[in-house]
């Protein structure tokens, strides 16, 4: 479980300075937002389908309701 949660913070760092960058861009150019938008939409809907994906090969779509409920809905 230690690789996880190593890999997770990686990622959330990852994911914090993106946002950070995104928000950045949009102060300093205004008329960048789709563009940010799109950036979003497009890692976001990549992400999604490899969860949906990664959920089949192993079946394990208990798994996946259960994140994806936790994504939606929190704890």
Do not use: C, H, R
Not at 53 to 61: C, L, P, V
Request: net charge positive.
């Amino acid at each position: 479980m230690d690789d996880i949660k190593k890999e997770f913070q990686k990622a959330l760092e990852t994911l914090k300075n993106a946002m950070e960058l995104s928000f950045k861009e949009y102060k300093k150019n205004p008329s960048k937002k789709n563009e940010i938008i799109d950036l979003w939409e497009y890692t976001l809907g990549e992400f999604f389908q490899y969860f949906y994906k990664i959920s089949e090969k192993y079946n394990a779509k208990d798994l996946y309701k259960a994140i994806t409920k936790v994504m939606i809905f929190g704890k």
